[in-house]
């Protein structure tokens, strides 16, 4: 496993930079406590906080016209006029950091985070309810996808994988276990050189397989993960059996971007991007002009493509990923995701929390709205 997704999953993505050098792999999970049962009770709610809108926040999504985002002790905020302003929402019943966040239809959606949490709401995200909590796994769940007819999977640390067939209501734990490809066994025998013991780990499931730090879906049933330690893995059928994808890169990835086609781009540590033409068999690099973690991308209403990452960066394509201009944000601040909010406008949300940006001119750093 290696120390920089280590660390940077310890942090989910609480933007401290991908792990430096000489800090320690993260440990081995212990056994996680039965996933069909909510095992214990948060012992607070999220608090109400003034500037809720402005602290850490790791994801966003839509539910209809509303975007939620979630974040840092639980908080949860919503904004009903395209990230120009933002509310808390009404009631988070834990104060776990939250790292994703998906939604189902306009009303129902499912919330996940560290302590192994899950949270629905059925009112557009102003009330969430427990669905699932077990801090004594200590494994943080890192993100959620949504699919068609309440079907959820939810993903984490220790190849962690939960899945719902009642929009999150109820959970069962699934052991995952994808086919590997001809070049991803190469690659896991060359790993277990190098490290044996973690190759190991990952192979028999003692304490837990490599982290899956995002999952996304392509058209049709097609989902992709994107994993620690350079691992890619897709399923054709919604999550009911995975392979793995030959990869580019040994170092993380924290993000996968299906385009239209079988185009994919997959990016991560050290500002590390690539594209594939043939939804995964084959990867081209991206040159980016950065070494900044790269966290979360989207294709925008005007046809671009965004990514952004930490330090403020903000890559933008207009030639279906095959080039990428750097927009550098003046702040600097780290930035984990985005959604598209019409043209070439960005809600953007991260360490310095949520707000709207421009990145139709590429000449400058991009215009920031608060």
Not at 240 to 255: I, V
Request: net charge negative.
């Amino acid at each position: 496993m290696d120390k920089a997704a280590g660390s940077a999953l310890a942090a989910a993505l609480l933007l401290a930079a991908a792990a430096l050098p000489g800090q320690p792999p993260a440990p081995a999970a212990p056994q996680p406590a039965a996933p069909d049962e909510v095992t214990a009770q948060p012992s607070r709610a999220a608090e109400p906080a003034r500037r809720a809108a402005r602290g850490l926040l790791v994801a966003i999504a839509a539910a209809g016209q509303r975007l939620v985002a979630v974040g840092d002790r639980g908080i949860i905020v919503l904004s009903d006029d395209r990230a120009a302003s933002w509310r808390q929402a009404e009631y988070v019943p834990a104060q776990a950091l939250l790292t994703g966040v998906c939604f189902l239809d306009g009303q129902h959606g499912v919330a996940v985070g560290h302590d192994e949490l899950i949270l629905t709401t059925d009112d557009a995200g102003r009330s969430w309810k427990l669905a699932h909590y077990a801090p004594q796994a200590q494994r943080p769940l890192l993100d959620v996808w949504c699919g068609a007819g309440g079907e959820v999977i939810a993903v984490g640390a220790y190849s962690a994988y939960f899945t719902s067939d009642d929009g999150g209501v109820s959970w069962r734990e699934v052991k995952f276990i994808p086919a590997a490809s001809a070049a991803a066994h190469d690659r896991h025998a060359a790993a277990a050189a190098r490290a044996p013991a973690a190759a190991a780990r990952s192979e028999d499931g003692a304490g837990g397989g490599y982290h899956l730090n995002r999952i996304v879906a392509a058209g049709g049933r097609r989902l992709y993960i994107a994993g620690e330690a350079g691992h890619l893995y897709a399923s054709e059928d919604a999550g009911a059996s995975w392979r793995a994808l030959a990869s580019p890169y040994e170092g993380s990835f924290f993000g996968v971007l299906p385009l239209p086609g079988e185009v994919l781009l997959a990016f991560g540590l050290r500002g590390h991007l690539y594209r594939s033409a043939d939804a995964g068999a084959s990867w081209q690099p991206i040159e980016t002009g950065t070494v900044a973690m790269l966290t979360g991308g989207a294709s925008l209403d005007s046809g671009a493509i965004a990514i952004v990452g930490l330090s403020g960066v903000v890559l933008v394509s207009r030639d279906g990923g095959r080039s990428f201009a750097l927009l550098q944000q003046a702040d600097r601040s780290g930035l984990s995701a985005l959604a598209s909010v019409g043209g070439d406008r960005l809600a953007v949300v991260g360490e310095a929390g949520a707000r709207q940006i421009s990145v139709g001119d590429q000449t400058g750093a991009g215009s920031t709205s608060p």
